[in-house]
């Protein structure tokens, strides 16, 4: 009997461990939360405050003489939408910063491959200085010396006539504007591109040259998909600046080029109409965000389709 009811009983179930109690957790992630607050707090207000006080300016009304009216009217946002002159100033920024874009993207590659796979550790530094140094100057002196070479009597005119052709007119022009932005911008995105093909392994280059792919195969099937978070970067960036360019298109357009930039600083500054001012802003703002985050999703699935 007692055999046959110790052979019958069942052995017992094994208990699961309990759960780790969250609120230790909750103690472990306060003072990281305690730690970050006030950074965080302070950016938001740094950034989101101007932004918030821009908007409100942009829904009040402009009155000759007294300068800006409390009020809570789109008269600001209706005036770009009915006015052809300020859609065509929008419609000049973004062409002039898109071709300034590719411009620097079909310069700065070829420079960052260079310093990455052809040059030795030594010149890759000393170029990188080169190629940083214009930085450490402002945008207005280093467009002022685009003035002195490109002006009438400048030295490019100067050159051309000694090889015995016309001078020719480049100062207050499209033309030299987007020679003054391409200047500015593409140390961006050489530095951009530079820090990505570093990342890419050499070996994956050279298996598909043993494979028999060309140089120019490996560059398009190999270097540019694995190069493309890059060059997504590098554009985003030099087209958001662009956008927002003031000093080159002022000295280097002339009074008759327009772009965004210097239209809002003619209404907030020259006309103290501050409430369009502000609607400009926020158009220019607005449509740099929605074209950089439509081209950001737009690569990110073609990225991952390649990886795929």
């Not at 969250?22 to 950074?39: D, N, V």
């Not at 003619?266 to 965000?289: E, R, S």
């Not at 929605?290 to 990110?300: G, H, P, Y």
Request: aromatic fraction near 10%.
């Amino acid at each position: 009997m007692t055999s046959s009811a110790s052979s019958g009983a069942t052995a017992p179930a094994a208990t699961a461990s309990p759960p780790a109690p969250r609120g230790r957790e909750g103690r472990r992630l306060a003072p990281a939360y305690g730690l970050t607050a006030p950074a965080t707090i302070f950016v938001l207000l740094a950034l989101m405050g101007p932004l918030a006080l821009m908007f409100r300016y942009s829904l009040n009304r402009f009155v000759p003489g007294q300068m800006m009216v409390e009020a809570l009217t789109l008269d600001n946002y209706a005036r770009f939408f009915a006015d052809s002159f300020y859609q065509e100033v929008l419609g000049t920024t973004l062409w002039i910063s898109a071709l300034s874009t590719l411009l620097c993207l079909v310069a700065g590659f070829p420079v960052a491959y260079f310093l990455v796979r052809q040059a030795s550790d030594k010149w890759k530094g000393r170029l990188l200085l080169l190629i940083v140094l214009p930085l450490l100057m402002g945008n207005a002196v280093r467009t002022a010396a685009w003035m002195v070479i490109l002006g009438d009597k400048g030295l490019f005119n100067a050159v051309i006539e000694t090889v015995g052709l016309s001078p020719v007119k480049l100062m207050y022009t499209p033309t030299a504007v987007v020679i003054g932005l391409v200047s500015v911008l593409l140390p961006f995105m050489i530095v951009t591109l530079q820090s990505v093909i570093e990342g890419i392994d050499a070996n994956l280059e050279s298996a598909a040259q043993s494979l028999g792919a060309s140089h120019l195969t490996v560059l398009w099937r190999v270097v540019l998909p694995l190069a493309l978070p890059g060059i997504l970067a590098g554009t985003m960036l030099c087209f958001i600046l662009s956008m927002n360019a003031y000093a080159t298109p002022v000295l280097i357009g002339g009074p008759t080029f327009h772009m965004m930039a210097p239209t809002v600083y003619q209404q907030v500054a020259k006309a103290m109409n501050w409430p369009f001012g502000a609607a400009l802003a926020f158009v220019l703002m607005a449509v740099t965000l929605v074209l950089t985050t439509t081209a950001n999703v737009l690569v990110q699935r073609r990225y991952r389709r390649w990886s795929e």
